[in-house]
């Protein structure tokens, strides 16, 4: 049996210490990162910082910085190495103290393994551009849930309604689309595909970056559209499907639904092969029902009744490949199939 140990990276201290994101080097070091500040995005000290645990060695090292946009809060960082053993760190600059307002930012580099903290070689803006496809997507997803107003209680629809109507805006700001991207989780990476899992508190959904060259140039999918649906973890089954697992964040109007509690709990979505009809969303419980699916993607479980939306098919549509620019950053741009 596997033995399991833990151990305290540095003392407690007063900061606010949160999102943290580790990797393992090829050399056997293990490499950790999080953010950490007087606070989240409100604090302008916030900063990502790391430490080292170098292979067969009990300790961490002392924390080390990372990432700092001096007078501006760095948070959500994410760690990962690509097929080509470059280690990356994404994470989000918080240009306006809200969440809505990051910025997708990226550094990588092959030197991180003999020297305490990494050495960056690249970095830039990660560009998010999502398209009119993404729009249309967004539009039709608010007119469904506009249609479901009569499930919620009179005294909750002008919040209810306000919420769709911010998303919808947002949707319609070329701007907004472009803001507001983070990441939480590492991507799935199967041969040199890389599914960089994206989400945005704005519009309260998840979106995919994929890149089918190790990570040199990136395309979108199309957005997971559902209530609170946010902070995606991926991961492949033995028969090839894709999932994502997502944090239940919840619209304003959801609580009703619980007999006035907040409710938090899963989704899930799944990505298969055969594409054929269309999908169906439900949120999830504390232990998502697992079945077969045919086509798309499906959320499972309990709670909300379904609802039937556009989901990620593989048919047709351009694929927008951005080459690595040092000045430019990298893009991602449309709403793209998901492709198992």
Known sequence: MAA??????????????????IVECPNGDLLVCWFSGSG???ADDVQILGARKR????KWSQPFL?????????????????????LWLVWITILNHRWEGSLLKYRLTRAYQRQLAPRWQEGEVFHISPDAKFVAKVEAYVQRQRERVTQVPPEHRPRFEAYLERILQYAHDELSRRLGWMTRQPPLILGNRLWLP???DGFDCSLIAISDDGGDTWRLSEPILAPGAIQPTLLKRKDGTLVAYMRDNGPPAQSHLDGGFPRRGLHMERACEDHDSEPRQQRCGARPAHRRVGSGLQRHGTGTPPARRSGLHRRGSELAHCPLSGKRGLRARGALPIRP
């Open 40 to 42: 989240e995005r409100e």
């Open 66 to 86: 990372m990432a700092d946009t001096p007078n501006y809060p760095d948070c959500n960082p994410c760690l990962f190495i690509d097929p080509r053993q470059r």
């Open 198 to 200: 994206l989400y945005s």
């Open 55 to 58: 292979a067969h060695h009990s």
């Open 4 to 21: 399991f140990q833990s151990a305290f990276l540095f003392p407690p201290n007063r900061w606010h210490n949160h999102a943290p994101s």
